[in-house]
């Protein structure tokens, strides 16, 4: 016996969420900028109602405007961070922005080798990563760090790696085997070597 099939297609669903209005967006806007300092242009509205639809779905909502008040109203750090975590774009690969190592290369670290040896300066080098996504421009920079300051150099350094998702660290610390810290508005991979000897 067939009976027909009651699930409802994807298609369906999307059309059971009204699409966001301009004054939904514009709330979104000024949320994600004042917790996170993503300025979301107009042309992105089709973008942040794309990857929030599923969201909706999931959590029964049929207004974008009904899942702002549930950020605000319910539960606020935890869908904060969903919201972040779905409206991030992950763009990450191994010597991201070549021009920016040919820079450290040519210039950061020839310069820091002769502040060193001229004026007994630190052999402390500390590295800020800032949106990372899982990790790929850090583990870079760690690279070009050891090629220039191997062990036994007697130099030492610390890359602190930083994503607003949480999900994309997550991945990065699962498949590195590096413990994940989630913060308020943000996550972070430690990445700490020691090159002295």
């Known amino acids: 016996m067939n009976r027909p099939n009651s699930a409802p297609n994807q298609a369906a669903l999307d059309r059971a969420i009204r699409p966001v209005s301009d004054r939904e967006?514009?709330?979104?806007?000024?949320?994600?900028?004042?917790?996170?300092?993503?300025?979301?242009?107009?042309?992105?509205?089709?973008?942040?109602?794309?990857?929030?639809?599923?969201?909706?779905?999931?959590?029964?909502?049929s207004s974008f405007e009904a899942y702002y008040r549930r950020i605000l109203e319910v539960d606020h750090n935890d869908e904060l961070v969903v919201l972040l975590d779905r409206i991030s774009t992950n763009e990450t690969h191994f010597f991201r922005e070549p021009k920016q190592f040919e820079f450290l290369e040519n210039i950061v670290f020839p310069a820091w080798k002769e502040q060193n040896r001229s004026a007994g300066g630190s052999r402390q080098i500390r590295v800020w990563s800032a949106a990372c996504s899982s990790g790929e421009e850090p583990y870079s920079l760690a690279m070009i760090l050891w090629d220039h300051f191997p062990p036994g150099s007697g130099w030492d350094f610390d890359i602190l790696a930083t994503d607003i998702s949480t999900r994309v660290l997550g991945a990065g610390a699962l498949l590195r085997g590096i413990g994940a810290r989630y913060g308020r508005c943000g996550a972070q991979l430690q990445v700490t070597a020691r090159a002295m000897a």
Do not use: H
Not at 48 to 56: G, S
């Open 25 to 61: 967006f514009a709330l979104f806007q000024k949320l994600i900028y004042r917790e996170a300092g993503i300025y979301l242009v107009p042309a992105k509205k089709a973008l942040l109602e794309a990857r929030l639809t599923r969201r909706l779905l999931e959590l029964g909502l």
